[in-house]
Structures are given as structure tokens and as C-alpha cells.
């Protein structure tokens, strides 16, 4: 069974600073596709990046980056310039596209505080 | 462009009671669609998700069920509530084979009292 693994309930980084959350999952899948979403107070959860497996350029959103490592199963989320609106949980969601079908397995989450 | 409506966005109800939560999604055409269920402080759980009118995929055996009678239309729902039914819940829809991830609905927090 695919599985992921946020190691880092909680985090905290000063606003201004650069904060990384780690990810790390288990697939025999070659081909497939990994997101990261954030969850603020309001539960809305919202997309924030995307990275293709096949493509081992890293993804970048604006102060938002990927480190993948696909070999390792890793793919962590770099904020940089982190500000107040930042904190909310965060969670790791790859779409290992079972069967043809998109089922995103999520991550238990990281909750980022930002410190003024 | 596509949106997603989910409601009600508060529910509190008592036990044994029953449950219609609705989701609709707008500016899209058969769409795969979810239910998650969030509890306090935890991480998301699959519940159902479907690929097409009537098809329903039951991912954890619960009081819960769902239907979709129609190609943009997800309904959740309970016959008598249980106690443990609390929590968020999420409806997503994603379209199909592209691998652009979820689009969330707001969510219902549901309390069962």
C-alpha cells in the first residue's frame, strides 16, 4: 500500500525567514504526481504546488519550491520570505493514479506557525 | 471556469438522527468526485469517491454513504447518526486522467450531539 509520511507535526519560522517541511512517501509506481496543500484556520484547503514525477525539474510557486528526489521518495516544500499568512497546516499529497484512478493519499499534516 | 459548492457549512445533529450533506460542482462535465472526512486536528480520510453517475467506490466501511444522481451532483448521507460521525467534511472533484489534483469544496463541519 502507498503510504506518506510527514515527519513534522508542527513547525515554526520567523516571518521573513525560510522554513522547509519534509515528505516523504512509498510507491512502486513510476509515473505519477505530487501536490502540496494548504489548510488555514478557515479549513479551506487550497493548492499550492504541483511537481510531475517524470520531470526532474523542481517546481516552483512564486516563494513556494519543491526539493524531489525521486529516487529517495522524498519531496519536500521550501517557503521563503515566510509571512503571517503563511501559517496553516500543510499537507504532502501524492496522486499515484491507481487503476486509472486519481486518489490523492494524504499526509497527516505539518502545522506551520509564523512568528512576527 | 469551474467552481464547487458544498452545503451546509455548520450542521448539528442529534443521534440516530439522519444525514444529507450536498455537493455540486459548476463549469465541468464528468468529473471524478470525493468525500473526505477530516477529524479535529488530523489528516484526511477518503471516504468515497465516484468516477461517474451511480458509480460509488466505498473507501472505509462506516454508517456513511453516498450517491450521485447526477453527473455534477455528490450527495453524503446517514440514516441515524452515530456519535463517532463528527467531524469536517470535504467534497472534492478532480477531472479525470489529468493529474491536476483536487479542487476543495469549503467543507461542513458536523457535530452530532
Known amino acids: 500500500a502507498q503510504t506518506v509520511t510527514q515527519s513534522q507535526p508542527e513547525m515554526s519560522v520567523q516571518e521573513a525567514e525560510t522554513v522547509t517541511l519534509s515528505c516523504t512517501y512509498d510507491?512502486?509506481?513510476?509515473?505519477?504526481?505530487l501536490f502540496w496543500y494548504k489548510q488555514p484556520p478557515s479549513r479551506q484547503m487550497i493548492l499550492v504546488i504541483r511537481q510531475e514525477a517524470y520531470k526532474q525539474q523542481n517546481a516552483t510557486e512564486n516563494r513556494f519550491s519543491v526539493n524531489f528526489q525521486k529516487a529517495a521518495k522524498s519531496f519536500s516544500l521550501k517557503i521563503s520570505d515566510s509571512q503571517l499568512g503563511d501559517a496553516a497546516m500543510y499537507f504532502c499529497a501524492p496522486d499515484f493514479l491507481q487503476g486509472g484512478s486519481e486518489k490523492l493519499v494524504f499526509g497527516k499534516g505539518t502545522k506551520l506557525t509564523v512568528n512576527p | 471556469s469551474q467552481t464547487i459548492h458544498q452545503w451546509p457549512a455548520t450542521l448539528v445533529q442529534p443521534v440516530g438522527s439522519p444525514l444529507s450533506l450536498e455537493c455540486t460542482v459548476e463549469?465541468?462535465?464528468?468529473?471524478?468526485l470525493y468525500w473526505y472526512r477530516q477529524a479535529a486536528g488530523r489528516g484526511l480520510q477518503l471516504l468515497f469517491y465516484s468516477v461517474g453517475i451511480g458509480q460509488i467506490s466505498s473507501e472505509v466501511p462506516q454508517n456513511l454513504s453516498a450517491s450521485r444522481p447526477q453527473d455534477r451532483q455528490f450527495i453524503l448521507s446517514s440514516k441515524k447518526l452515530l456519535l463517532s460521525d463528527s467531524g469536517f467534511y470535504l467534497c472534492a472533484w478532480s477531472q479525470q486522467g489529468l493529474g491536476y489534483g483536487y479542487t476543495f469544496g469549503s467543507g461542513t463541519r458536523l457535530t452530532v450531539v
Open positions: 510507491t512502486s509506481e513510476s509515473d505519477y504526481y
Open positions: 463549469g465541468t462535465s464528468n468529473p471524478n
